[in-house]
T-cell receptor, first 114, second 113 residues
Framework: AQSVTQLGSHVSVSEGALVLLRCNYSSSVPPYLFWYVQYPNQGLQLLLKYTSAATLVKGINGFEAEFKKSETSFHLTKPSAHMSDAAEYFCAVSVAPYGQNFVFGPGTRLSVLP | DTAVSQTPKYLVTQMGNDKSIKCEQNLGHDTMYWYKQDSKKFLKIMFSYNNKELIINETVPNRFSPKSPDKAHLNLHINSLELGDSAVYFC????????????FGEGSRLTVL
């Protein structure tokens, strides 16, 4: 079965600083990988996804992630944090059939300091 | 128009009561899900329906009963509510079973007193 770990349950950055949220996965077959964002009192919104095409994936709001098979990682980055990026971020892994086999990581809460 | 909508958004009730949460999606998707998010934000799938047919039924107490009258609706009924049922319940949908992109509703926060 697949699994996801996210290093750091809480990450704080200053406004304008680099955002790096870590995600490592485990899967015995080629996975799809996702990052979702959850703003307070809202549902989850897809930021970006890797589905076996380009390893560098660009998403919404200036975020991107790179799939590194050798490191089993899919870290999320953004060059310059904005106050509005403060939210909970979830990494997820899925294998075929993809809709049925979603596994979410425990989440990382991002705080952005002025 | 909200793609995946859930009602109610907040629900406060006493132990032992029965309650329902409704979910509707207007995306034309075939597959719908219920997820539970606990107080530590951990997300776990509860049920999955594809074209009104139950596909996934995780180890959820049988007090929880999903119902899908058509592929655009997936409701969750909970009998004999317990304190541990307090959580945020999310409905989600995907185009089909093989599409790995989930669209989530805004969640229904259930508080059992």
């Amino acid at each position: 079965a697949q699994s996801v770990t996210q290093l750091g349950s809480h990450v704080s950055v200053s406004e304008g600083a680099l955002v790096l949220l870590r995600c490592n996965y485990s899967s015995s077959v080629p996975p799809y990988l996702f990052w979702y964002v959850q703003y307070p009192n809202q549902g989850l919104q897809l930021l970006l996804k890797y589905t076996s095409a380009a390893t560098l994936v660009k998403g919404i709001n200036g975020f991107e992630a790179e799939f590194k098979k050798s490191e089993t990682s899919f870290h999320l980055t953004k060059p310059s944090a904005h106050m509005s990026d403060a939210a909970e971020y979830f990494c997820a892994v899925s294998v075929a059939p993809y809709g049925q086999n979603f596994v979410f990581g425990p989440g990382t809460r991002l705080s952005v300091l002025p | 128009d909200t793609a995946v909508s859930q009602t109610p958004k907040y629900l406060v009730t006493q132990m032992g009561n029965d309650k329902s949460i409704k979910c509707e999606q207007n995306l034309g998707h075939d597959t719908m899900y219920w997820y539970k998010q606990d107080s530590k934000k951990f997300l776990k799938i509860m049920f999955s329906y594809n074209n009104k047919e139950l596909i996934i039924n995780e180890t959820v107490p049988n007090r929880f009963s999903p119902k899908s009258p058509d592929k655009a609706h997936l409701n969750l009924h909970i009998n004999s509510l317990e304190l541990g049922d307090s959580a945020v319940y999310f409905c989600a949908s995907s185009r089909d079973l093989n599409t790995g992109e989930l669209f989530f509703g805004e969640g229904s926060r259930l508080t059992v007193l």
